[in-house]
């Protein structure tokens, strides 16, 4: 079975703090995604990546910053951390390829809360 | 820019009951669709994936269509279960090549009574 876990379920920070996220997967998939999910908003995407070093920004990038050192893991950066980030964070991951028809699969995400 | 609608936005039925989720994309240009289901506070599970090529997907008392010409997909539920009480995420794909991001509509909460 795929796993895709994320390194915290909840988090408290303050505002200012630099945040790190943390997402790793155990099945060797290229693509990496990074989500907020806010109530009536839906799922935005933040950043994906889809190789060791490659990044690409989604629909939301700004305030974050992401870093994929390894092809297995995936970090998510809130460089200084603000209030209106408050929010639920989902890591996901997926084949390309000839693999592609493959599903998306979520980490259990992370309640971030910033006070 | 590809746009995914979920209709109805919230779902009460008896238990037992066979039911019908709806969503919607406005650029048929898809790879391929998938349904997923969230309990509260939790991640996404996915339930059911439908390439561009194929009409339906079935799971156990799941089916899921496809029909791409229209942009519309159903999810059909049978002998709702009060465990099957959850949101409903329909996202389709755009491309395989690398990079390719689903793009979600906002979900359908389904809520079975006993």
């Known amino acids: 079975d795929v796993k895709v876990t994320q390194s915290s379920r909840y988090l408290v920070k303050r505002t200012g703090e630099k945040v790190f996220l943390e997402c790793v997967q155990d099945?060797?998939?290229?693509?990496m995604f990074w989500y907020r999910q806010d109530p009536g908003l839906g799922l935005r995407l933040i950043y994906f990546?889809?190789?060791?070093?490659?990044?690409e920004k989604g629909d939301i990038p700004e305030g974050y910053s992401v870093s994929r050192e390894k092809k297995e893991r995936f970090s998510l950066i809130l460089e200084s951390a603000s209030t209106n980030q408050t929010s639920m964070y989902l890591c996901?991951?997926?084949?390309?390829?000839?693999?592609?028809?493959?599903?998306?699969?979520f980490g259990d995400g992370t309640r971030l809360s910033i006070l | 820019k590809q746009e995914v609608t979920q209709i109805p936005a919230a779902l009460s039925v008896p238990e037992g009951e066979n039911l019908v989720l709806n969503c919607s994309f406005t650029?048929?240009?898809?790879?391929?669709l998938q349904w997923f289901r969230q309990d509260p506070g939790k991640g996404l599970t996915s339930l059911l994936l439908?390439?561009?090529?194929?009409r339906e997907q079935t799971s156990g008392r799941l089916n899921a269509s496809l029909d791409k010409s229209s942009g519309r997909s159903t999810l059909y539920i049978a002998a709702s279960q009060p465990g099957d009480s959850a949101t409903y995420l329909c996202?389709?794909?755009?491309?395989?090549?690398?990079?390719?991001?689903?793009?979600f509509g906002e979900g359908t909460q389904l809520t079975v009574n006993p």
């Open positions: 996202a389709v794909r755009t491309a395989e090549t690398s990079g390719s991001r689903l793009t």
């Open positions: 099945m060797d998939h290229e693509n």
């Open positions: 650029d048929s240009a898809i790879y391929n």
């Open positions: 990546s889809y190789d060791v070093k490659m990044k």
């Open positions: 439908i390439q561009s090529s194929q």
């Open positions: 996901a991951s997926t084949h390309v390829g000839s693999y592609s028809n493959q599903p998306q699969h």
